[in-house]
């Protein structure tokens, strides 16, 4: 059986696309909740969380002139 076209498909061969797309899936999802973003501090230490406070306003102009 040469199925060309999805529309023609029988009932098992969309079975299996849906299978195979929630197996892609689940693999996918697993894979960004087990990635972690590390910054080579060891396991269980707290990091500091840097603070940016914002300033003046600054107006940016294009000769290279800031103007405060």
Do not use: F, W
Not at 44 to 49: D, H, I, K, V, Y
């Amino acid at each position: 059986m040469s199925y060309t076209s999805i529309v023609t498909a029988d009932r098992v061969t969309h079975l299996k696309i849906v299978a195979v797309s929630l197996i892609c899936a689940t693999v996918v999802a697993g894979i960004g909740i087990a990635a972690r973003v590390t910054n080579g501090t060891t396991a269980g230490s707290q990091t500091e969380a840097n603070m940016i406070r914002a300033g003046a306003p600054v107006i940016a102009t294009t000769n290279g002139v800031t103007i405060r």
